[in-house]
């Protein structure tokens, strides 16, 4: 009897130790790439500055074209690394309670990861440059005569990243992006996601569950859900082609037959009305105009069956967490998020009650506020 309390035990701190190692090298081996990408951007801005006689200070990191202002506030190191760990030590307690598995590495085996490491870094110049001259509009460019049916406000470099949502070198290094921003920490934020889902799936026969996660991008959700819960099919919605591949490839094999993918707009889903039990939409929201959004809400109410589930991840809002503001004012302009500011103060709960879904939990992790609404029956 002592010796399998012993044995259980020593599982959980096997555990434990292995969740610590991986993802404090996590957090270093992404906080180290963005260190050094501030180095070769700063020296991109200061070239930049040079060449056009600006006298905007060499690590300002602004573009020249954002108006001057007051000195931006600096990211206090120390409160990020606090609300990481306390992201993680959630993360490892949803784990433990049995919500979904321990993650696996998703950048695949150390030489794939290396190979990214290179790509990202390889493209950071070009980033930079964007950021310094102001210029997200070369996607628009390369569009304007074959839009490719795209709306307009989706043409453009955003985070200015090199082709915008458009190209498959895009996609491949888009989550090394976002893990180098957030340090890490972006794969733990998303999979609070899964909490909610896990809580519907458990309820349910998940082989019945209707479930799409749309703005599905390379998968971020999409493949640890199904992953996590092993007789889930999904459909991954997106309007890019090539995020839509990457996702797809990036699937192992024994989950694709559970996978679909549909190249769609989340303004006009390829789902019949009230088809859906479960929609997710993760950091979708702050990319699109107002307009869109509210357009995009009705559509989720529309899909969504009577008593069916929004599971919305997404940055923070304004006051969601008030030590945080300053950090969201950063975005905008270091990371062209042209619809970001209007986002930071949307009414969301009065912009889903439209089509009648309505809020019934909300959470936040770190930097994403996690909400879960239901669509009201008779809605
Ligand atoms: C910030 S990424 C998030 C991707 C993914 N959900 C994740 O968690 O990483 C935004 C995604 O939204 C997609 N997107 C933006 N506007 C869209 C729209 N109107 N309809 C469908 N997808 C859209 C982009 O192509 C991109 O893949």
């Given at each position: 009897m002592a010796e399998a309390s012993l044995s259980a035990a020593a599982r959980i701190w096997s555990r434990r130790a292995r969740y610590a190692a991986r993802q404090g090298s996590r957090v270093a081996w992404f906080a180290a790439h963005g260190e050094l990408a501030q180095a070769i951007s700063r020296r991109v801005s200061r070239a930049h500055a040079r060449d056009n006689g600006t006298d905007r200070p060499a690590d300002d990191g602004r573009p020249a074209s954002a108006?001057?202002?007051?000195?931006?506030?600096?990211?206090?190191?120390?409160?990020?690394?606090?609300?990481?760990?306390?992201?993680?030590?959630?993360?490892?307690?949803?784990?433990?309670?049995?919500?979904?598995?321990?993650?696996?590495?998703?950048?695949?085996?150390?030489?794939?990861?290396?190979?990214?490491?290179?790509?990202?870094?390889?493209?950071?110049?070009?980033?930079?440059?964007?950021?310094?001259?102001?210029?997200?509009?070369e996607v628009f460019e390369a569009t304007r005569d074959a839009p490719q049916g795209l709306p307009r406000y989706y043409r453009q470099n955003f985070h200015f990243q090199t082709d915008g949502w458009l190209s498959?070198?895009?996609?491949?290094?888009?989550?090394?992006?976002?893990?180098?921003?957030?340090?890490?920490?972006?794969?733990?934020?998303?999979?609070q996601a899964?909490?909610?889902?896990?809580?519907?799936?458990?309820?349910?026969?998940?082989?019945?569950?209707?479930?799409?996660?749309?703005?599905?991008?390379?998968?971020?959700?999409?493949?640890?859900?199904?992953?996590?819960?092993?007789r889930l099919s999904g459909i991954g919605v997106d309007l890019s082609a090539p995020y839509l591949a990457e996702a797809r490839s990036r699937l192992?094999?024994?989950?694709?037959?559970?996978?679909?993918?549909?190249?769609?707009?989340?303004?006009?889903?390829?789902?019949?009305?009230?088809?859906?039990?479960?929609?997710?939409?993760?950091?979708?929201?702050?990319e699109l105009p107002p307009k869109v959004r509210a357009l995009v809400a009705l559509e989720?109410?529309?899909v969504l069956k009577p008593g069916g589930q929004l599971i919305f991840a997404d940055s923070l809002q304004t006051g969601d967490l008030p030590e945080n503001d300053g950090l969201l004012g950063l975005f905008p302009d270091l990371f062209h998020e042209p619809y970001y500011r209007s986002y930071l103060s949307e009414d969301l709960d009065a912009l889903l009650a439209v089509g009648g879904l309505r809020r019934t939990r909300l959470d936040t992790a770190f930097l994403t506020r996690i909400a879960v609404y239901e669509k009201t029956v008779g809605a």
């Amino acid at each position: 009897m002592a010796e399998a309390s012993l044995s259980a035990a020593a599982r959980i701190w096997s555990r434990r130790a292995r969740y610590a190692a991986r993802q404090g090298s996590r957090v270093a081996w992404f906080a180290a790439h963005g260190e050094l990408a501030q180095a070769i951007s700063r020296r991109v801005s200061r070239a930049h500055a040079r060449d056009n006689g600006t006298d905007r200070p060499a690590d300002d990191g602004r573009p020249a074209s954002a108006p001057a202002g007051p000195a931006r506030e600096r990211p206090d190191l120390p409160r990020i690394l606090g609300q990481i760990a306390e992201l993680f030590r959630r993360d490892l307690a949803n784990i433990e309670a049995g919500l979904y598995p321990m993650p696996a590495g998703e950048f695949g085996s150390p030489l794939a990861f290396a190979d990214l490491s290179r790509r990202f870094l390889a493209d950071v110049p070009a980033v930079a440059r964007r950021r310094a001259t102001g210029n997200a509009q070369e996607v628009f460019e390369a569009t304007r005569d074959a839009p490719q049916g795209l709306p307009r406000y989706y043409r453009q470099n955003f985070h200015f990243q090199t082709d915008g949502w458009l190209s498959g070198e895009s996609a491949r290094i888009y989550d090394f992006q976002v893990e180098v921003l957030f340090k890490g920490a972006t794969a733990a934020m998303r999979r609070q996601a899964l909490v909610p889902l896990a809580r519907t799936v458990r309820a349910r026969d998940q082989r019945h569950l209707a479930y799409a996660d749309i703005a599905c991008g390379t998968g971020g959700l999409l493949a640890p859900a199904l992953a996590s819960f092993p007789r889930l099919s999904g459909i991954g919605v997106d309007l890019s082609a090539p995020y839509l591949a990457e996702a797809r490839s990036r699937l192992p094999s024994r989950m694709r037959r559970r996978a679909g993918f549909v190249c769609a707009p989340a303004e006009a889903l390829p789902f019949a009305t009230g088809s859906l039990d479960v929609v997710s939409a993760v950091y979708l929201f702050h990319e699109l105009p107002p307009k869109v959004r509210a357009l995009v809400a009705l559509e989720f109410a529309r899909v969504l069956k009577p008593g069916g589930q929004l599971i919305f991840a997404d940055s923070l809002q304004t006051g969601d967490l008030p030590e945080n503001d300053g950090l969201l004012g950063l975005f905008p302009d270091l990371f062209h998020e042209p619809y970001y500011r209007s986002y930071l103060s949307e009414d969301l709960d009065a912009l889903l009650a439209v089509g009648g879904l309505r809020r019934t939990r909300l959470d936040t992790a770190f930097l994403t506020r996690i909400a879960v609404y239901e669509k009201t029956v008779g809605a």
